[in-house]
């Protein structure tokens, strides 16, 4: 494959991290990511670079634009943790050069060169080889979420209670993880904020599914809570929502911090509950889990294929946007609710 | 010894659990105590019922009495928790009537039967039998401040850290640990509210000893963390400043909080922490040690003993306070720092 010497991508404009909370879709891309030219990089030895055939965003992806996210930006770099490519050049390390030609989902962890470009480089550990039964839509967005739903499903199956609560129900992971429960005989609990995504996920698996900005929401929540005594609540909120949840739930159950969509203050209401209650607040981040769970990641990855293989997941598309129109349209379809958007280089 | 048909004590004015949080030492005991007679109890069959010699307070008392402690009051019923007194007659229970006639730490747990009174009841199970060199100042403090202390060293020591964070640092439950901690070469890094108690802290061992009022107050904190690196924060406080020394730990940290002296919100300044830093926020209480590791419970007992007598431990005393006039000085007496208050019967 001739690569050429320059390459088209979203650029960070921030450096480092951001101490302002910002939105969790912002107004507009500008103070975050302008389109530009940059040289082709070289992959280092153990290492792919990936000619990307599309690109996805997650909720991730925005915090770390915002500097809101665990890892510092690098000004000038492309933004854009996940994709599907295929491998169009390699370092000498035997692994990585056996990814050559490949198509291939990947990660592009901490490279420093994201997929929202033409060219984007990743571990070769962090790149999927990809069945022909895969489709680029799914493939494109197969890392973040999926390994996240099979790595928090796992929590719950080991805390072995069969209800659990998720906020932001309707959201891609969320709806993933339902299905995961809805096949073991596990009874979600979910929070929305439309009426019209009930049905819908009522639907896929969920047991109850709970409008938050309904009047009579907080009585409606500790009556399920009640009936279904879950212990586990995977939560992508924060604030003043979670900390409802939080203090409706029985004793020993955990918070599990995976996001913090709403920038509002986080309260513990009832410190009193830590102590008597036995109950507790911890946070859940992929890369700590990969690098706890090795071992796990090798079955999650073939799990996660064959899934989406036979249908039984399948990624819903809200928009595929052209990389040349990304900056002017990707606010107003992120913040179209149910499904995924994409960036094609 | 002849039992007489009543006794007088200091009696529980609430019921069950309340609402609203109270300060954590309330201007007068009358909204929740008052004094009055009431029939001696008898002993069931595994308890004891001892003549009090004396009682102490703790916080814990505090939060029971206001209805903010993990277990519910019993309306005319009389309050404390712990004491020292005389075993006056027990149940059929073999263990119960070996007690007969001892001099005994008890505590009286879920007995209703508290130990601001001539007589109260507890399990002979809770009863620990004293060597003569114990003081009865000591003795009256020797479960849930010894036993607590000895059992969050545990953590701290299983941590592995070095440095470790306590606020309330002037309380008698913390001047324990900085024993423990000093002859075990650990670095206690504590909070204070006056600048007079920074010597004497630091004279028993504490490494730092910080005046959370100061104007400098987060900068030396941050100063300090960053030289000692603490992962482990036994907090009594809670509210801002507990967010404030949580939000400033390295990760891995873990916020552990046993009490709740400060009843403004406590605020989780940044989630993201729990997420990217894998810090978490968990409790401790006795009663949940107890149970989960019963076979330390012997060993630390004796330790307690031990440490009493021969001088490693000694109860500052800051009043005992007779029964009759309990009602009209608790209230002062409890504000005065760096003591205990004792009530005797």
Redesign the interface.
């Given at each position: 494959m001739t690569l050429p010497s320059e390459m088209r991508g979203l650029l960070l404009v921030g450096d480092g991290y951001s101490k302002t909370p910002s939105a969790s879709v912002p107004e507009a891309m500008e103070p975050y990511l302008k389109p530009g030219s940059i040289a082709v990089p070289a992959p280092g030895p153990t290492q792919a670079l990936i000619k990307v055939s599309l690109a996805s965003i997650n909720p991730s992806d925005i915090a770390f634009i915002t500097g809101?996210?665990?890892?510092p930006r690098v000004q000038g770099r492309p933004a854009g943790f996940e994709g599907v490519g295929i491998v169009a050049s390699t370092g000498d390390d035997p692994y990585a050069k056996s990814l050559a030609g490949k198509r291939v989902a990947f990660a592009t962890g901490v490279s420093n060169w994201g997929a929202w470009a033409e060219y984007a480089v990743a571990e070769a550990a962090s790149c999927i080889p990809l069945l022909d039964t895969v489709r680029d839509e799914d493939a494109a967005a197969m890392i973040v979420n999926p390994l996240t739903a099979l790595a928090m499903f796992d929590i719950v199956r080991e805390e072995g209670e069969r209800a659990f609560i998720m906020t932001a129900g309707a959201s891609q992971l969320c709806k993933l993880i339902i299905g995961l429960a809805k096949q073991e005989g596990f009874r979600p609990i979910v929070t929305v904020r439309r009426d019209e995504q009930i049905p819908l996920l009522k639907g896929l698996g969920a047991a109850h599914a709970l409008n938050e900005k309904a009047a009579d929401f907080e009585a409606a929540l500790r009556e399920v809570v009640k009936a279904e005594q879950p212990r586990i609540f995977l939560d992508a909120v924060?604030g003043p929502l979670a900390s409802a949840i939080f203090n409706a739930m029985p004793k020993r159950s955990r918070w599990i911090?995976?996001?913090?969509l709403d920038a509002e203050?986080?309260?513990?209401r009832e410190?009193?509950?830590?102590?008597?209650?036995?109950?507790?607040?911890?946070?859940?981040?992929l890369a700590?889990w990969m690098r706890q769970f090795r071992d796990r990641l090798g079955p999650a990855v073939l799990e996660a294929q064959k899934r989406f293989s036979d249908g039984r997941w399948s990624t819903d598309v809200t928009a595929v946007v052209p990389l040349d129109e990304a900056m002017a349209r990707l606010s107003e379809e992120l913040v179209k609710p149910n499904g995924k958007v994409f960036v094609k280089p």
């Open positions: 809101q996210y665990g890892q924060t911090v995976y996001g913090r203050a986080t309260v513990i410190p009193g509950q830590l102590i008597f209650q036995h109950k507790r607040i911890e946070g859940f981040w700590e």
